[in-house]
Structure formats: structure tokens, C-alpha cells
Nanobody, 126 residues
């Protein structure tokens, strides 16, 4: 089992920045992919960003490319999502997820991930 705990959400004005953290514990592995997803009120959960832990390869949704950056700290077994130039439409509950990487894995898909955090609320005011 892998446990994921997100933190760093909050209320920010449009144009501002936030950094989300996702601390992993338990049976973690460098062969995992780490993803960030978000779910706005009344909408389906959507992919935001992902990183392959050992290679460092990253993937982004078009809506956040150039504004959000996913990174990791190996020593702390923590993945981050730095969000800049935030917009009201970025308002959502943000979830961290972990799952095994694979040659045919689709890191933008929820089904790739076995473990999920509890989510952290991000609210961007206009």
C-alpha cells in the first residue's frame, strides 16, 4: 500500500501562485508514476500533470502547460505542483495519485493510478 497526503491548497487571487505537495509513504517505488488530477464542482475529474519518478519525464494538460510545473524531491518522497498565473477556472479539488509506470501506460488516464490522496482545495478568486 502507498499512502498519499496532499497539502498546500488554499485561496488565492487570479494571477497568483500556489505550490501543492504530495507526500508519499508506505510501499513506494521509483518505478511509479505520480499524477495530479483535479475536479471542479459539478465536473468530472481531469488530468493536470504527471511525472515518471525515475526518469523525470513529465506530462501536462494543455490547459496548464506553461503555467504549472510538476517536480519531485527524492529524499522526501514528495511530488510538487507549482501553479503560477492561476485563473478562476483552475478552482478545483486537486488530487495526487500514484501508479506503476509501464511502456503502454497512459499517464493522463485515471485508471493508470492505483493510489489516491484525499485531495486539497484550490480556490482562485477573480
Amino acid at each position: 500500500q502507498v499512502q498519499l497526503v496532499e497539502s498546500g491548497g488554499g485561496l488565492v487571487q487570479a494571477g497568483g501562485s500556489l505550490r501543492l505537495s504530495c507526500a508519499a509513504s508506505g510501499r513506494t517505488s521509483s518505478s511509479y508514476a505520480m499524477g495530479w488530477f483535479r475536479q471542479a464542482l459539478g465536473k468530472e475529474r481531469e488530468f493536470v500533470a504527471a511525472m515518471i519518478w525515475d526518469s523525470g519525464s513529465t506530462y501536462y494538460a494543455d490547459s496548464v502547460k506553461g503555467r504549472f510545473t510538476i517536480s519531485r524531491d527524492n529524499a522526501k518522497i514528495t511530488v510538487y505542483l507549482k501553479m503560477n498565473s492561476l485563473k478562476p477556472e483552475d478552482t478545483a479539488v486537486y488530487y495526487c495519485a500514484a501508479g506503476p509506470r509501464g511502456f503502454y501506460s497512459n499517464y493522463r488516464a485515471e485508471y493508470t493510478y492505483n493510489y489516491w490522496g484525499q485531495g486539497t482545495q484550490v480556490t482562485v478568486s477573480s
